[in-house]
Each structure stands twice: as C-alpha cells, then as structure tokens.
C-alpha cells in the first residue's frame, strides 16, 4: 500500500512563496525514485488539475499557469517531493494533491493553499 501525506499549505499573499512537502510511505512501491509523482490542485468550482510532474527519471513538467514560477523535486533518502511555488497569485488559491502513479492513481488528502490579494 501507498500512503501520502502533505504539508505546507497555508495562507500567503500574493507575490508570496510557499513549499508544500508530500511524505511518501507504505510498501516498496512508495519509493518516490522508482514511481511517477505529481502535483495536483482543485480550486473551489473547478476540476482537479495537474500541476506539476516528475517521473523516475527525475524529468519534470508543468503546466502552462505555473511555468517558471513553480518547482517540483523530490529527496530519494527522505522519500518525499516538493513542490517549490514562487510569485504566487490569487489564481493558485485550491487545495493541492500529491499524487503516485503506479499502476493506479494514489492520492494525498490535500493542503489549502490560500493567496490573498
């Protein structure tokens, strides 16, 4: 089984920085070097909408909204992923998911991230 927890959500102003932080535990297969990790969000209203990715092979993408203003990584030894958000604005307030890929989607219970204007 695959748990992930996040962390690092919180209220910010706009052109403000936040790291969200996602633990990953449970079996073999929650190594975070070994599975396909991705951020996602879901703004009150809107659909679940992915953010960002990094794959085994520690290739990252984004999407169009956060391009060069997020960061996602990940510490093989800690196990964990990050995802770095810099310049934030009031258009990235939603609640973010961690998410595992292996075979199946595994979900984080989500962290709100709240920008103020």
């Known amino acids: 089984q695959v748990q992930l927890v996040e962390s690092g959500g919180g209220l910010v102003q706009a052109g403000g920085s936040l790291r969200l932080s996602c633990a990953a535990s449970g079996s073999i297969f929650s190594l975070v070097r070994m599975n396909l990790m991705g951020w996602y969000r879901q703004a009150p209203g809107k659909q679940r909408e992915l953010v960002a990715t990094?794959?085994?092979?520690?290739?990252?993408n984004y999407t169009d909204s956060v391009k060069g203003r997020f960061t996602i990584s990940r510490d093989n030894a800690k196990n964990m992923v990050y995802l770095q958000m810099d310049s934030l604005t009031p258009e990235d307030t939603a609640v973010y998911y961690c998410?595992?890929?292996?075979?199946?989607?595994?979900w984080g219970q989500g962290t709100q991230v709240t920008v103020s204007s």
């Open positions: 990094i794959t085994s092979g520690g290739s990252t």
């Open positions: 998410n595992l890929w292996r075979v199946r989607n595994y």
